[in-house]
């Protein structure tokens, strides 16, 4: 059975000390079970269907600015989004990533 392999690229900026993370994640780096767990947190975050995201007017201050790109499948996705824009199944996604990425 073919593997559906997948890239991911986080920016998270801002925040009250204005820090800057970066996290890559390629599919073809991971483990079996990690590979599907991911695999199927991007399905669920619905990424590739998402609106662009309407900017606010009212910037809350000190909130995180993110940058997410996604390959999957020859497809590719790219959203940024403050803090209080991201849907729930996305931020999972994004929960997700800065935790494995502090693992290392």
Do not use: A, C
Request: aromatic letters at 6%; proline letters at 4%.
């Amino acid at each position: 059975m073919d593997q559906e392999h997948f890239h991911i690229w986080l920016q998270r900026s801002g925040g009250f000390t204005g820090m800057i993370t970066e996290i890559e994640i390629n599919s073809k780096d991971l483990d079996t079970s990690e590979e599907e767990h991911l695999k199927t947190m991007i399905n669920r975050s619905d990424i590739f269907n998402l609106p662009e995201p309407v900017k606010n007017s009212s910037t809350m201050p000190d909130q995180f600015q993110y940058k997410v790109s996604i390959q999957q499948d020859g497809r590719k996705r790219e959203l940024n989004l403050d803090e209080e824009n991201v849907p729930d199944h996305l931020r999972n996604l994004i929960t997700y990533i800065l935790k494995k990425g502090r693992k290392k």
